[in-house]
């Protein structure tokens, strides 16, 4: 089941399960403030009190985790503790917020986030044109090609209300990888009330695994200003 607008819409993709419907629902607070822009929460700044900067150090295993996917370890550091790449989030005014580092021996969770803030992961902040993606990598890889661009990382393809918040008032970007097509019907629907505009963007390959030029080349193709990103 998901909500769109002010409707519940259920239904089980079971193929041998016809078990469908639609009810009429009120606007819950969230959908009021994130139509309205006057949501808070995404407005005020990463906390950040939690990130101890000194745990982190150099070290040329970052560069090697980042090398097939085609990202530079600009922005990267690495915890020695638990051999993970960390990369440093920050705002637009270039001071680090909080920060998200990938395990490269198997330990769980395999990303973790550092800092204690409850906002949506955000990479390259203060836009207003903003591209939901599903993993972390895809969202940095991104925000390396668009400057001008702000990416959420779903960690997935669910799109919380913190995310919706964040997402209100902007020119939104649905980019998930190919495999979620329905989800990203889905998402556009839902954001479709609260964003300035909406677009999916229809991928060939995951973003983690394209190129610049094929990602460049995508984004145009679903009629997005990419020289505007840049």
Not at 25 to 44: F, L, P, Y
Not at 73 to 92: C, H, I, K, Q, S
Request: proline share 3%; net charge positive.
């Amino acid at each position: 089941a998901w909500r769109s607008g002010n409707k519940i819409v259920y239904n089980c993709f079971s193929a041998s399960c016809g078990v469908s419907g639609v009810r009429q629902v009120g606007d819950t607070v969230e959908d009021v403030k994130a139509r309205h822009g006057r949501s808070q929460s995404v407005t005020e700044p990463f906390q950040t009190s939690s990130l101890d900067l000194k745990r982190f150090r150099h070290d040329p295993a970052v560069a090697n985790y980042l090398r097939p996917f085609g990202i530079p370890a600009d922005g990267w550091t690495f915890d020695p503790v638990e051999r993970r790449a960390v990369y440093l989030m920050t705002d637009n005014r270039g001071k680090i917020t909080d920060a998200i580092g990938r395990s490269l021996i198997g330990r769980q969770p395999k990303w973790k986030r550092y800092g204690d803030s409850s906002l949506p992961l955000v990479i390259n902040p203060g836009h207003d044109n903003i591209a939901a993606v599903e993993d972390v990598i895809s969202a940095i890889k991104l925000s390396c090609i668009f400057n001008k661009l702000s990416v959420l990382c779903l960690l997935g393809t669910s799109l919380s209300l913190g995310g919706l918040s964040y997402l209100s008032s902007k020119n939104a970007f649905i980019a998930l990888d190919r495999d979620a097509t329905d989800k990203s019907i889905q998402m556009h629907r839902r954001l479709a009330s609260v964003c300035h505009s909406v677009k999916i963007v229809r991928l060939t390959h995951d973003i983690k695994d394209s190129c610049s030029s094929e990602i460049e080349g995508v984004f145009a193709h679903a009629g997005v200003d990419t020289l505007a990103l840049r």
